[in-house]
Structure formats: structure tokens, C-alpha cells
């Protein structure tokens, strides 16, 4: 989880790691390194976007699909059946 700081200080904190591990380093790892680094980045922003993506799609169908009240009513009995069933089985124990 992303820690609870100021923006400036989160990107400031990832400039002193850079600078940390520009000592202990080659040219060669430096760069490899940083490259490693950016392939994290792009697979967690794909990964981020592909999600907003699919939460936009099943927002967007949700709101425009005419059968909406069909489908929550539904939803609405398979949750009391649920429920009923979970009553049900506390009762036998």
C-alpha cells in the first residue's frame, strides 16, 4: 500500500533512492537496474489502466442496460434465498 505522505515527499524519497544507488553501482547495473524499474512501472500502470477500463465498461453497460431493474430484483431473491439457507443451517446446529 502506498504510504500516507505529501506528493512532493513521495517523488523527493524515490530522487534520495536513485541517489543511494548511484554509489554502489556500475554503468552497466545502473542500467540495468533502471531499466528493470521502468518495466515494473509500465506493468503496474497497464495493469491500472486495464482496470479502469473494465470498471468503466461494466459502469457504462450497467447505467444503460434497460434490464437493470430485472437484474436487482433477482440479485434481490438470490440474496434472501441466501440468507433463508444460512437461517436454515443455524438452525440445524
Known sequence: ???????KAFSFSAVIVGYLLIDDLTANEQNALGNWLMLVAQVL???????????????NNFSNNPNNEVTI??????????KKEIDEL????
Open 1 to 7: 500500500m502506498i504510504p500516507n505522505v505529501p506528493p
Open 45 to 59: 500502470c497497464t495493469n491500472a489502466f486495464y482496470k479502469q477500463v473494465l470498471q468503466e465498461r461494466c459502469m
Open 73 to 82: 430484483n433477482m440479485l434481490t431473491k438470490m440474496v434472501e434465498a441466501l
Open 90 to 93: 443455524k438452525n440445524e446446529l
